[in-house]
Nanobody, 120 residues
């Protein structure tokens, strides 16, 4: 059974930090690129950060560059999103996504999301 379980969300003041975790099971984690998406109320889901299967390459949404860091530990089947200098506009539900594009089949798995609220 495929599972992606996010944790680490919560309420934080502007300027604060949170570290999100996503633990995977039920598939070969090290074969998948991992993405963190977020969706704020009334807005479309947007890609925040991405990391390749071996962790050698990362990409970030422009508005989070220099503040967020994505990393992974394939031995622990876990991906992290370190979020620093948080702003109210970072408030959203954050989702972990595992993606592997094959020649014939694409596998795309999602977690249930974790709420991040940045407010004073």
């Amino acid at each position: 059974q495929v599972q992606l379980v996010e944790s680490g969300g919560g309420l934080v003041q502007p300027g604060g930090s949170l570290r999100l975790s996503c633990v995977a099971s039920g598939f070969t984690f090290s074969n998948f690129g991992i993405n963190w998406y977020r969706q704020a109320p009334g807005k479309e889901r947007e890609l925040v950060a991405a990391i390749t299967s071996a962790g050698g390459s990362t990409n970030y949404l422009d508005s989070v560059k220099g503040r967020f860091t994505i990393s992974r530990d394939n031995a622990k089947n876990t991906v992290y999103l370190q979020m620093n200098s948080l702003k109210p506009e970072d408030t959203a539900v954050y989702y972990c996504n595992a993606l592997r594009r094959g020649a014939i089949i694409t596998r795309d798995y999602w977690g249930q999301g974790t709420q991040v609220t940045v407010s004073s």
